[in-house]
């Protein structure tokens, strides 16, 4: 599946930086977006930006771009997920990094960026960031999950490395998660 953002908006997010982006997404559509608890003390514009945000390119002007996808962001989270996000510069598009047998939830990494960061540091992040409180089965597994979870993540880039080869490239996201 696809989507393509309501509008896309940099990390400019004082309320009247946001304002003059907001201003293309219709009334009724902007009331709909959602707002997580994490940010129900924010400005109402700068929590909808945050509640629905996914990250699409990196800075230009100094400035972080997000497409508003209110749909993809209805999605759970997990620090093992099945989708990724890929952007396409016009469409989110949602691909399986795993086999997924029916009746299995779907689920993304909101911050692929910080996967392979510790599981205290990568919940951190995603409420910060995200307003997301990850209750994936690693995040809710026990101590002893979380420890070798961390390792793996810890030890995961010599060994994405190790299958690229000779190429020396640095991997993409895509193999870093699969690999997870
Ligand atoms: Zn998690």
Known sequence: MQEKPLVILNDAVTPTQLLTQFIQVARTQYHQLRIRDHFREDHPMV???????????????????YGIFPT?????SSCVPNLHPHWNGEFMQLRAVQDIQAGTRLCIS??????????????????KYYGIKCACQVCNGGEAEILKSDWRRKSILPVVMDKIGPEKRQPTKTEVIISL
């Open 47 to 65: 929590a909808r930006f945050k509640s629905n945000r996914l990250h699409v390119s990196n800075a230009t002007n100094g400035h972080i771009s």
């Open 110 to 127: 909101y911050d692929i960026g910080a996967l392979l960061l510790e599981t205290q540091a990568r919940q951190a992040n995603l409420l």
């Open 72 to 76: 993809i962001t209805s999605f759970s």
